[in-house]
């Protein structure tokens, strides 16, 4: 039996399953690091990483650009007679894409899975027709729902926004594709159900009232937690911060923005955080500021795993390549534990210009090697010992005595004080930060050493 799913027709018919074949091999359509049943530390990779595949941007998405019309002709979508046919063979598609890469989940928006019907009952009608076909083929190819997620940006009736549209009308419309969503989600046993706000934001403050648009996100939110709950799903939800993109400013801006705003509103007892590596650089932060900012709230919960184009101010959604920001990322969700619900999510795409039918296979080779080899780097910076028994001295004055009392909210200022006094200046605070020392030695099992 093959170890891949093929439906009615074979799409990627010169591909077979892909294999680890190690660093030297010359083959572009095998993994050289990702070996998936190779144990670091106490996990698998595959188990650390969770790798999974966005099905809008890989079997949807068709090169067009604001300046150009569709580069890639996906065979899907050309030999099928109508809107739901088209849909069904890109299922077939993508599970039959997804197994023979060995990804072991996928993310989709309810618009990626079902074309909209004429009424509301009609999409959720097409959304469910196709929800069962795909609870089949999940079986079929051994391949999980990692999240789920409404699409509420495309259509033009969400110009101005869906939960926090000033149209009442068009929130209740978007309150039933979310229900739908939901309920999608859960038949497909989803660990997660993400809101990305694509439109909840403004264009101009000058037509906007902001506080009200962002009670509206709020109560919003909390009905959607309310109904799946009801519903008996026990997955995470997440908020995928991006400070800009559609619109001028988005309420969930970066990571920070986001606590907030779930505490504000009390709803960080359900909502986690998916933080995107390219929205990070849009915010103006390191892909491993906004993970480290997430965990140490307490709220860190998974990944949109690609990268920017640090000369372009846009989501360009590259595929990641970058060592060096894999490593500091895998850092950071090792030290937060790893992942539960989560996972990396391929929230990426191939370029316009990619149209080689092999093209969509190597770049997620590339970035499921990229986090490979950043996965082992963070276990060699955790196992060396160096860096984290370096920041545990860093910070060894609050171990014990007045400093420990400090840390336990035992002094008050004018106690602390009177401690500062009593010491005086001598050499205080004139300890090397050694940043380039840790620099220099992360640097090294970079490369392995
Ligand atoms: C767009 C977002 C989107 C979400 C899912 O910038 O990254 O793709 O991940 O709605
Ligand atoms: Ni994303
Ligand atoms: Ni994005």
Redesign the pocket.
Known sequence: MADYYVGKKEYFSKITKIKYEGPKSDNPLAFKYYDPEKKIGKKKMKDHLRFAI?Y?HSFCADGADPFGSATHAHPWIIDAKTPMEAAEHKMDAAFEFISKLGAEFYCF?DRDMAPEGASPAESEKNLFTLVARAKKLQKAAGVKLLWG?A?LFSHPRFMNGAATNPEFGVVALAAAQVKAAIDATIELGGQGY?F?G?REGYMSLINTDLKKEKDHLARFLGMARDYARKQGFKGAFYI?P?PM?PSKHQYDYDTETVIGFLRHYGLDKDFRL?I?AN?AELAGHDFAHELETAAAAGLFGSV?ANRGEPRNGW?T?QFPTSYYETALAMYAILKAGGFTTGGLNF?AKIRRNSVDPTDLFIAHIGGMDTFAVGLEIAQRIISGGVIPGFVKKRYSSFNSGDGAKFDKGELTLDQLARIGTAAGYGKAGLTSGKQEYLENILNQYLLGL
């Open positions: 966005a809008w928006h997620t699409n993400t990305w694509g995928e991006k993109e998916n995107e929205h949109d989501d959604d929230d």
